[in-house]
């Protein structure tokens, strides 16, 4: 890196102020939703793992991932849980691909879940010839609930964009993203969730990642009212 380039600095400090609006937001949005609002904190840890060495296809991946919840303002854990899942693009068809997955998710004071996965995703970098790039996931979730005597399913659908900073490390540039994902639960027959978030992807060397992002989440209450929660969302992706 140039340190001491005009040009560098000028990104670094742009970058500097995105993440602390980010952490402004974080901080500030507890306040503005006062006692019905619950600030969270999510970290996780997941792991890309290229089994094409292996003779299967080109950009087969494991996906491994462990992940922590903590609510009631970041001091409590209520949700931890593990992924683990094979990538595959579909042949003949550019930019899509197919990933099922297995989840285990621990909820205290001590029931579980099992979740059935699978993704159907399509990406597309340079969008309209530009730096964008653009990712729709599809996921059909089912659960396997252990106080449950039958398994509900709910579609996911996720859209997101990226945009890489004018600053790199190791040649790897800093990225924004945005998403916004919706859930509907087949049970209720409604949409029960949305979510929108933003994050930084920062690159700290070839093969880890650090995310950092802001995340709201809209729930739909029994009484068909909505409430709010936001979170700090945090971790490392490596990709081997």
């Not at 742009?14 to 006692?35: E, H, K, Q, Y």
Request: proline share 5%; with cysteine.
């Amino acid at each position: 890196m140039l340190i001491n380039n005009p040009f560098y600095n000028f990104c670094l400090r742009t970058t500097a102020l995105w993440i602390g609006l980010v952490l402004f937001l974080v901080f500030s949005t507890p306040i503005v939703f006062a006692s019905d609002h619950d600030f969270e904190l999510w970290t996780w840890e997941n792991f890309w793992i290229n089994l094409s060495d292996l003779g299967l296809p080109d950009n087969t991946n494991l996906y491994l991932e462990n992940a922590n919840r903590f609510d009631q303002d970041a001091s409590h854990l209520f949700q931890f849980h593990q992924r683990i899942g094979i990538k595959f693009d579909i042949p003949w068809f550019e930019g899509w691909s197919i990933m099922p997955v297995w989840q285990h998710v621990d909820y205290e004071p001590g029931s579980n879940e099992e979740r059935y996965h699978l993704d159907l995703t399509y990406a597309r970098k340079n969008l309209f010839d530009s730096k964008w790039s653009m990712k729709f996931r599809c996921r059909l979730d089912l659960r396997d609930k252990e106080d449950k005597d039958h398994i509900s399913e709910r579609l996911r659908p996720k859209l997101s964009f990226s945009h890489p900073l004018p600053i790199q490390i190791d040649g790897r540039p800093v990225k924004i993203c945005f998403s916004n994902e919706i859930n509907y639960d087949t049970v209720v027959d409604k949409f029960n969730r949305h979510r929108f978030g933003t994050e930084f992807k920062i690159p700290l060397t070839k093969v880890m990642t650090w995310g950092i992002g802001y995340q709201i989440e809209t729930n739909r209450l029994s009484n068909n009212s909505w409430d709010s929660d936001s979170m700090l969302m945090t971790g490392f992706s490596f990709r081997f």
